[in-house]
């Protein structure tokens, strides 16, 4: 199993991102897909979550702002980050729910 992010980067306030992550090695239509982050000193908490089917979920502090999606035939979950915040700064995680799975991680850093 492997899950590759890439997107991240600087950015300024109120700024956007896409994020990427692209997974192999399990069927990847059958699992829900995960981004979480981790800011310096802090756990690391879920973001956004999208079933099989398509349904999402949002925590809180990025609904509206930010928008999961999946490409079933290029095994790919993005994560679209709009007006984006300093405390939006974090290191972004892809996970799979085939075997709780995890990627490298991208950082995201909003600053001006």
């Known amino acids: 199993v492997q899950l590759v992010e890439s997107g991240g980067g600087l950015v300024q306030p109120g700024g956007s991102l896409r994020l990427s992550c692209a997974a192999s090695g399990f069927t990847f239509s059958r699992y829900a897909m995960n981004w979480y982050r981790q800011a310096p000193g802090k756990q690391r908490d879920m973001v956004a979550s999208i079933t099989p089917g398509g349904d999402t979920n949002y925590a809180a502090s990025v609904k509206g702002r930010f928008t999961i999606s999946r490409d079933n035939a290029k095994n790919t979950v993005f994560l679209q980050m709009n007006s984006l915040k300093p405390e939006d700064t974090a290191v972004y995680y892809c996970?799979?729910?085939?075997?709780?799975?995890w990627g490298q991680g991208t950082q995201v850093t909003v600053s001006s």
């Open positions: 996970n799979s729910g085939f075997r709780n799975s």
